[in-house]
């Protein structure tokens, strides 16, 4: 079965299945004070778009941006079911949120992730992005890792 990257809500099970699977990963990792998760009303505010990647009706993978209202944006809540991974779900939502930053003018994405999170660093050192200093309303955290990639405008 294809895989299938469309923008939709995060009030469905599957959705919810999964933020609830990367919360509980996360906070086994991870204090709370370090823990820096997006809740599902806040999936739902109007500067953040939630893409949901399907392979056939199951939903494997899912991704947010969140805009910062000033031509950058931040990736939150990236997460791909173990039993889905390997199949280039998180490649697919990655291509897919960096061509909607460039179609709305982003000039920058910035992210952060945990230090414990080898496969996610990976991910994102293969797209281009680069460790920056905290940012936004982040304080400087030493199991936090800080990114971003700059886009450049076809």
Request: net charge negative; with cysteine; hydrophobic share 40%.
């Amino acid at each position: 079965m294809s895989l299938i990257i469309s923008i939709e809500s995060p009030h469905q099970d599957g959705v919810i299945r999964l933020l609830d699977m990367s919360s509980a990963y996360a906070e086994s990792l991870y204090p709370a004070e370090s823990n820096h998760i997006l809740d599902l009303q806040s999936l739902e505010q109007p500067d953040v778009t939630l893409w949901v990647a399907r392979i056939g009706p199951d939903i494997v993978g899912c991704c947010a941006l969140v805009d910062g209202g000033d031509g950058t944006a931040e990736i939150k809540r990236m997460f791909v079911d173990p039993a889905a991974r390997g199949r280039s779900v998180a490649r697919k939502l990655m291509e897919t949120i960096e061509a909607a930053a460039r179609e709305r003018r982003i000039s920058a994405i910035r992210l952060e992730t945990g230090i414990y999170q080898p496969e996610a660093i990976n991910l994102y050192k293969r797209f281009g992005y680069v460790e920056i200093s905290a940012f936004g309303s982040y304080a400087p955290d030493p199991l936090s890792l800080f990114m971003e990639k700059t886009l450049t405008q076809d």
